[in-house]
């Protein structure tokens, strides 16, 4: 033992020290051998944090990455406007390029697809990992990507900006029936241009949808100019509602750094439901993975009924939008068909809520939640008749298990399990706000005696 350092030790050293220079924001690293060829391409959303990383003497980056530390010479970063940015540009980099790690990652595992449909007359947006489905043929396919969640974060981040659809709705322009469609929760949140419900011509709807395809192939300073000068054309021809679009998309996508990190804290949950401490987005995936779901958690509804032996029974449904309150699609009903039966009130509830579901006239949210055990879903699966969300689950309170219809024994999860956190917390806000409620009305019944 000499105990100086080896030549690969002195490599490492001096890498640390060229990470530890890197710009504390978001990007694309690409970390390369000694004849300059790219072994490897990530994103981050500190370069300096995440390429430090991989230079400390206790690293281990699992089976197939490990091997890769000793061929490691040099690092070239690409700086980028945000993490929605560098999605982009490591998922072109990796396809053009294909390194040779990035490709023994992908050797046992299918990564995700964006999809835009772009032959229907109002294209659709998706994350999937077949692109080459029937539905998706023809359209027009970006990857693959190497992480769904991160991929997920910025297509609802971007969903701000240019309102493109994600439902599955096959969508008629022509068909009548339109005009009495209630858009969903989307629209209402000035993430959907509501094409289902025809809020939005067909040709204006094309125009985002280029938008948007223009904006995932080029950089944001790019597309900044040429909206403004798409902007000042429209506004020179006197078309003052497409200029008005223009520029709220245009200083939505000035905004998008600020929406982003807007998106990890948790300034829009209220004091209500502060007992949920994690990002709710995990807890929204955690969920979809429990309970199997293809697609995406968007939207949840939680129902509850509050009574005293059968006195002044109420129910109450709140609505959470990305794992958020969204107090605008509240709601509260007095029961009248049963008083001291759980059931009956559930089922009357939920009759009430998804009414218009039921007729075909709007759509149901991705999961509805029942506060009871398997009588109680059983009763709400009854009321909803023949239609279904992605999935209707019941939670109990004493044991805290999962029902989900059409599965015969419960889930139950750890305590610290993020997606039954999220489910608790929903379910609490639902009780709160049904026990609310059920106050108002006993005191009312007092003062008027």
């Given at each position: 033992?000499?105990?100086?350092?080896?030549?690969?030790?002195?490599?490492?050293?001096?890498?640390?020290?060229?990470?530890?220079?890197?710009?504390?924001?978001?990007?694309?690293?690409?970390?390369?051998?000694?004849?300059?060829?790219?072994?490897?391409?990530?994103?981050?959303?500190?370069?300096?944090?995440?390429?430090?990383?991989?230079?400390?003497?206790?690293?281990?980056?699992?089976?197939?990455?490990?091997?890769?530390?000793?061929?490691?010479?040099?690092?070239?970063?690409?700086?980028?406007?945000?993490?929605?940015?560098?999605?982009?540009?490591?998922?072109?980099?990796?396809?053009?390029?294909?390194?040779?790690?990035?490709?023994?990652?992908?050797?046992?595992?299918t990564?995700?697809?964006?999809?835009?449909?772009?032959?229907?007359?109002?294209?659709?947006?998706?994350?999937?990992?077949?692109?080459?489905?029937?539905?998706?043929?023809?359209?027009?396919?970006?990857?693959?990507?190497?992480?769904?969640?991160?991929?997920?974060?910025?297509?609802?981040?971007?969903?701000?900006?240019?309102?493109?659809?994600?439902?599955?709705?096959?969508i008629?322009?022509?068909?009548?029936?339109?005009?009495?469609?209630?858009?969903?929760l989307?629209?209402?949140?000035?993430?959907?241009?509501?094409?289902?419900?025809?809020?939005?011509?067909?040709?204006?709807?094309?125009?985002?949808?280029?938008?948007?395809?223009?904006?995932?192939?080029?950089k944001?300073?790019?597309?900044?100019?040429?909206?403004?000068?798409?902007?000042?054309?429209?506004?020179?021809?006197?078309?003052?509602?497409q200029?008005?679009?223009?520029?709220?998309?245009?200083?939505?996508?000035?905004?998008?750094?600020?929406?982003?990190?807007?998106?990890?804290t948790?300034?829009?949950?209220?004091?209500?439901?502060?007992?949920?401490?994690?990002?709710?987005?995990?807890?929204?995936?955690?969920?979809?993975?429990?309970?199997?779901?293809?697609?995406?958690?968007?939207?949840?509804?939680?129902?509850?009924?509050?009574?005293?032996?059968g006195?002044?029974?109420?129910?109450?449904?709140?609505?959470?939008?990305?794992?958020?309150?969204?107090?605008?699609?509240?709601?509260?009903?007095?029961?009248?068909?049963?008083?001291?039966?759980?059931?009956?009130?559930?089922?009357?509830v939920?009759?009430?809520?998804?009414?218009?579901?039921?007729?075909?006239?709007?759509?149901?949210?991705?999961?509805?939640?029942?506060?009871?055990g398997?009588?109680?879903?059983?009763?709400?699966?009854?009321?909803l008749?023949?239609?279904r969300?992605?999935?209707?689950i019941?939670?109990?309170?004493?044991?805290?298990?999962?029902?989900?219809?059409?599965?015969?024994e419960?889930?139950?999860?750890?305590?610290?399990?993020?997606?039954?956190?999220?489910?608790?917390?929903?379910?609490d806000?639902?009780?709160?706000?049904?026990?609310?409620?059920?106050?108002?009305?006993?005191?009312?019944?007092?003062?008027d005696?």
């Amino acid at each position: 033992m000499t105990g100086f350092p080896t030549e690969r030790e002195n490599v490492r050293l001096r890498l640390a020290a060229d990470a530890r220079r890197l710009p504390d924001q978001p990007g694309v690293y690409l970390l390369k051998d000694g004849s300059d060829h790219i072994l490897y391409i990530g994103k981050a959303s500190s370069l300096r944090s995440r390429v430090s990383s991989y230079f400390t003497r206790s690293v281990d980056l699992g089976p197939k990455k490990q091997i890769m530390l000793s061929d490691i010479e040099s690092i070239d970063v690409i700086e980028c406007d945000g993490e929605w940015q560098a999605l982009l540009v490591e998922s072109r980099l990796i396809k053009d390029t294909r390194p040779r790690y990035n490709e023994l990652m992908t050797d046992d595992k299918t990564y995700p697809y964006l999809v835009i449909t772009t032959r229907e007359s109002f294209p659709g947006v998706y994350i999937t990992r077949t692109p080459g489905d029937e539905r998706f043929r023809k359209g027009r396919v970006f990857g693959p990507f190497t992480s769904s969640g991160a991929l997920r974060d910025a297509l609802q981040l971007l969903q701000r900006v240019f309102r493109y659809r994600t439902c599955h709705l096959d969508i008629d322009p022509d068909d009548p029936r339109n005009e009495r469609f209630r858009p969903c929760l989307l629209y209402a949140i000035q993430q959907c241009s509501g094409p289902c419900a025809n809020k939005i011509s067909q040709q204006a709807y094309r125009s985002d949808i280029d938008r948007f395809i223009r904006f995932l192939g080029s950089k944001r300073s790019a597309m900044i100019k040429e909206l403004r000068t798409e902007m000042q054309e429209a506004a020179g021809e006197r078309d003052y509602e497409q200029a008005a679009v223009l520029r709220d998309q245009l200083r939505a996508i000035e905004k998008l750094d600020e929406r982003e990190k807007d998106r990890h804290t948790m300034a829009a949950w209220q004091p209500e439901v502060m007992a949920f401490t994690s990002d709710p987005s995990h807890g929204l995936r955690s969920l979809q993975r429990v309970l199997g779901l293809d697609a995406p958690i968007r939207w949840l509804e939680a129902i509850d009924i509050a009574h005293l032996q059968g006195d002044e029974t109420v129910g109450s449904k709140v609505c959470f939008i990305d794992g958020r309150p969204f107090r605008e699609q509240y709601r509260r009903f007095k029961v009248r068909t049963a008083q001291n039966d759980d059931y009956a009130a559930i089922a009357e509830v939920v009759s009430r809520c998804y009414r218009n579901a039921r007729r075909g006239q709007e759509l149901l949210p991705d999961v509805i939640l029942i506060d009871g055990g398997r009588g109680q879903l059983s009763a709400a699966a009854a009321a909803l008749g023949e239609v279904r969300p992605q999935a209707l689950i019941s939670l109990a309170k004493r044991e805290e298990l999962i029902h989900l219809e059409g599965v015969s024994e419960p889930y139950r999860l750890g305590r610290e399990n993020v997606g039954l956190k999220l489910c608790q917390a929903i379910r609490d806000e639902a009780h709160r706000f049904a026990q609310h409620y059920h106050h108002l009305l006993r005191t009312k019944r007092v003062i008027d005696h």
